[in-house]
T-cell receptor, first 113, second 115 residues
Framework: GNSVTQMEGPVTLSEEAFLTINCTYT??????LFWYVQYPGEGLQLLLK?????DKGSNKGFEATYRKETTSFHLEKGSVQVSDSAVYFCALRGGAGGFKTIFGAGTRLFVKA | AAGVIQSPRHLIKEKRETATLKCYPIPRHDTVYWYQQGPGQDPQFLISFYEKMQSDKGSIPDRFSAQQFSDYHSELNMSSLELGDSALYFC??????????????FGPGTRLTVL
């Protein structure tokens, strides 16, 4: 079945450092890909999405490109801030997996001032 | 803009008790999804409904049941609660007919603690 694998955390960075969180997926068909962010004690917020190959999703300085050839959707940000500290979930929906969202295990990011 | 509403936000129950979680989707959304997120875990899909009919089923225990009503709100009923049921329960809603591109809007979650 469909699945998502993302790099284990926690990831600890200093403010203004470059961030990459790796995400790869296994899917049948053509799923849409998502990144969600969860701040401590809060719910899930959609950060960005891409619905087809080579699409780039971007929001709040974060970017991710849907790479079908490498089945990847890595999250990047050029300069992180303390306020970016949260758990980031890579997810997919669609293809043969139907309309439910399948999440990766999550990567916790700590940004130090 | 209106968002997904879940109630209650926090719930504390004893083992073997029952609990009912409610989800009110965004107006005009016809599809509801339930997810369970254990401590330090990723959200796991439980069940979904479209137009009051179950549309997909995931790892939902037999002790749990759910339904969607004519006003599209949904309720997750949990019986014989166990300590392992302590989790954050998310509801999400979407508008069907847009394939996998339809965005699912997540509610704030109900945090259930079983003592």
């Amino acid at each position: 079945g469909n699945s998502v694998t993302q790099m284990e955390g926690p990831v600890t960075l200093s403010e203004e450092a470059f961030l990459t969180i790796n995400c790869t997926y296994t899917a049948t068909g053509y799923p849409s890909l998502f990144w969600y962010v969860q701040y401590p004690g809060e719910g899930l917020q959609l950060l960005l999405k891409a619905t087809k190959a080579d699409d780039k999703g971007s929001n709040k300085g974060f970017e991710a490109t849907y790479r079908k050839e490498t089945t990847s959707f890595h999250l990047e940000k050029g300069s992180v801030q303390v306020s970016d500290s949260a758990v980031y979930f890579c997810a997919l929906r669609g293809g043969a997996g139907g309309f439910k969202t399948i999440f990766g295990a999550g990567t916790r990011l700590f940004v130090k001032a | 803009a209106a968002g997904v509403i879940q109630s209650p936000r926090h719930l504390i129950k004893e083992k073997r008790e029952t609990a009912t979680l409610k989800c009110y989707p965004i107006p005009r959304h016809d599809t509801v999804y339930w997810y369970q997120q254990g401590p330090g875990q990723d959200p796991q899909f439980l069940i979904s409904f479209y137009e009051k009919m179950q549309s997909d089923k995931g790892s939902i225990p037999d002790r749990f049941s759910a339904q969607q009503f004519s006003d599209y709100h949904s309720e997750l009923n949990m019986s014989s609660l166990e300590l392992g049921d302590s989790a954050l329960y998310f509801c999400a809603s979407s508008l069907a007919g847009q394939g996998s591109y339809n965005e699912q809007f997540f509610g704030p979650g109900t945090r259930l603690t079983v003592l």
